[in-house]
């Protein structure tokens, strides 16, 4: 760097104008950074002057005014005491919140869980259908004809898995039983299906249904005769109210033929299924009003020799 001539006058205008902003420049910084007088002696004033405590405190306090010193930019320490803070002897209680209730704890909600069905074993044995499928009840015994396939001499026929019936071994399709009486007694459905003594072989079940025999729809309601010989019932249809005039052997509705007829009841055999239906003596209609029976013809003179 070349040293400046002074002796030359541009040089000496130069240092001049670069001294004299220079000094603008600190006179700039210094009114930034610290102000004029007043101004600082409003700041020091500010700044030395002792906060006062809030009037709510309790206890003993000290309130000292700051007052400005000759010397503005120092902090007089005599100004300034400690606080003293005495909080009260008891809190007040808090009141109820009216927004705080109580929530009742969710039940816990118990996830069923279904078990997995086992799957059931397919029987070893084919029952495919049994001759006849329906029945009366209170009928005769009757032979129960069954077809499928994979029958053995082994198998036996069981009716609702307790009675096991005599069964006859035709062919590896076909089987055969006699069914007794007893078994259709009453009316429902029968399980039926093939199983070997040691229980081995097996089958699936069919459905025996039984259903409840026709009943005659009369009522037995005066008798026509002499003392020692009846031979005349009279009976109410119960649909039409009409009443008839039956002996025996006389075959109504065209199935129900009457065998016997007494001063306590009519028996009717139905001709069809065989069965036996017995119509009890009653001396009231269907509405509940006695019904005129005819007395039977007493002729002593008629009795003697």
Known sequence: MQASDIRNPTERNKLILAAVLGLVALLFLWWTFFGLGSSSNKVASTSGRQPTPSPSNRGTTTQ???????????????????????????????????????????PVVRVSVTPTPTPTPTPPVLLASISPPNVYAKTADFTLEITGDKFTPQLRVVIDNTNELPTRYIGPQQISAR????????????????????????????TLSVAEAPKPNYSYIGILGTVHHIDTAILQDKNNKDTLNVQRGDLLGGR??????????????????????????????????????PTPKVDSEDDEP
């Open 64 to 106: 000292t005014s700051a007052q400005p010193t000759g010397n503005t930019n120092e902090l007089n320490l005599d100004d300034l005491r400690q606080v003293i803070y005495r909080p009260p002897a008891s809190a007040p209680e808090a009141g109820r919140n009216i927004f705080v209730y109580y929530e009742p704890t969710p």
């Open 179 to 206: 069914v007794p009486a007893a078994v259709i007694a009453n009316p429902g459905g029968r399980q039926v299906m093939l199983r070997s003594a040691d229980g081995k072989l097996y089958s699936n079940t069919s």
């Open 256 to 293: 129900f033929r009457v065998t016997s007829i007494s001063e306590k009841e009519v028996v009717l055999i139905d001709s069809n299924l065989k069965i036996k239906h017995t119509l009890a003596l009653t001396t009231l209609g269907d509405r509940g009003n006695a019904l005129q029976r």
